[in-house]
């Protein structure tokens, strides 16, 4: 059975905070993405990566960097927190040009 | 927190009912689309994918249909349960790089 999982479901941090946000799959996929969803704007792309050590900015990476040092893992890193990334943050990842699997998410709050 | 289905278009269907969800994309290049549902407090799950080549798919329970010269697509649930009330998200994919756009999703709620 194919699985993403992510660190934590629920994460309750302070405005200025370091934060990382892991990922790991294990269908052995080349891309990996993260996400920001959040009451009537939808799913936003904040990164993604095509393959170790590469990534590329979404639609939304101000705030946020990435880590890809190995194939099945995608950290996602708030520099320092703030209040308006309280947010549902979903990781996916995809074989190719097809469905992404997406983990459960975690739901964090910056005080 | 929020829920995810906070300020999205609602439709409450009956128990046993079909349901019909609808998608307007805005890619006319786009050659692929997902539908995703999404339960409370979870992540989205994969339910049916169609390719451009192809106007109606169907999967157990549920129909996509593509109609390319709108830039329409629907979900169609047949016999609605109680474990269909979820968020749904359409997906299209057309601008490169294994990106999908998401739609911002329907709420659908099931009536007992």
């Known amino acids: 059975d194919v699985k993403v999982t992510q660190s934590s479901r629920y994460l309750v941090k302070r405005t200025g905070e370091k934060v990382f946000l892991e990922c790991v799959q294990d269908?052995?996929?080349?891309?990996m993405f993260w996400y920001r969803q959040d009451p009537g704007l939808g799913l936003r792309l904040i990164y993604f990566s095509y393959d170790v050590k590469m990534k590329e900015k979404g639609d939304i990476p101000e705030g946020y960097s990435v880590s890809r040092e190995k194939k099945e893992r995608f950290s996602l890193i708030l520099e320092s927190a703030s209040t308006n990334q309280t947010s549902m943050y979903l990781c996916?990842?995809?074989?190719?040009?097809?469905?992404?699997?997406f983990g459960p998410g975690t739901r964090l709050t910056v005080l | 927190g929020e829920s995810v289905g906070l300020h999205l278009p609602t439709l409450s269907v009956q128990e046993g009912d079909n349901s019909i969800i609808n998608c307007a994309y805005s890619?006319?290049?786009?050659?692929?689309f997902i539908w995703y549902k999404q339960e409370s407090g979870k992540g989205p799950q994969f339910i049916i994918d169609?390719?451009?080549?192809?106007d109606k798919r169907q999967g157990q329970r549920v129909t996509v249909l593509l109609n390319k010269t709108v830039k329409h697509l629907s979900l169609q649930i047949a016999a609605t349960q109680p474990g269909d009330s979820a968020v749904y998200f359409c997906?299209?994919?057309?601008?490169?790089?294994?990106?999908?756009?998401f739609g911002k999703g329907n709420q659908v709620v099931v009536i007992p």
């Open positions: 890619n006319s290049a786009s050659d692929y």
């Open positions: 169609i390719r451009s080549n192809m």
């Open positions: 997906a299209e994919e057309g601008y490169g790089n294994n990106r999908l756009a």
């Open positions: 269908m052995d996929h080349e891309n």
């Open positions: 996916a990842s995809s074989l190719g040009w097809d469905e992404q699997f």
